[in-house]
């Protein structure tokens, strides 16, 4: 609940973190198929870390901050009275790699390979039932929550917007976040799942590389469009 003024490394820390419980129960449970859905998971985190990092760096150079609080609030206002200051129209590529790199983290389809039921049963929850069952899928959804708020705070104005007062900002916040967990449910409702080497190439190849060019993109506009 604290104003941390490096909350986003806190949070991109504490979220990196997540992956160790998978593997754990994967590996604990001795079954072939949890402990193949457990380093399914490790490979899929290390892939995708890199790109949800460099997204967020982007954004922290447009920012010149690391504070949420102080990265919502450079979001303030409007363009021409009609536009929102949201980063997500400064930053539409680094929006779009964040939202594709967080489904990959949080394990949701088309990137549910750790608990891929008709490659291997379960995935690493295999061999659990009741309340530790439970824990997983609480988990799972309490970190694509953790994603959809930050990706609120980061590109679509946190608590601002309009017709509200400031202090009715949670409504636009609570909006926000709802509508990236919509977008959850629908693309799992919607497409096919990967397969695994698709996955890892996309990963690599495509996510990695758009990535490291649009910081060094954002890092020359901000140097050219900042020098006094």
Known sequence: MADVNVAVLVIFAVASMSVYGIVLAGWSSNSKYSLLGGLR????????????????????????????????????????????????????????????????????????????????????????????????????????VTVSAVA?????GGWHGPFLPESLGWIWFLLKVSAILFFYIWMRWTLPRYRYDQLMNFGW????????????????GVLYFRIP
């Open 41 to 144: 998971s490790s490979a899929q985190m290390i892939s995708y870390e890199l790109s949800y990092g460099l997204a967020l760096a982007s954004v922290l150079l447009v920012a010149n901050s690391m504070s949420l609080t102080g990265i919502v609030n450079g979001q303030a206002g409007s363009w021409l009275g009609v536009l929102p200051r949201w980063f997500v129209f400064v930053q539409p590529v680094a929006f779009l790699i964040y939202m594709t790199a967080g489904v990959a983290e949080t394990n949701r389809a088309p990137f549910d390979f750790p608990e891929a039921e008709q490659e291997l049963v379960a995935g690493y929850h295999t061999e659990y039932s009741s309340m530790a069952f439970a824990m997983f899928f609480m988990a799972e959804y309490i970190n694509m």
């Open 152 to 156: 609120t705070d980061l590109f679509l």
């Open 205 to 220: 190849k495509v996510l990695l590389p758009v990535a490291v060019v649009n910081l060094m993109a954002t890092a020359a």
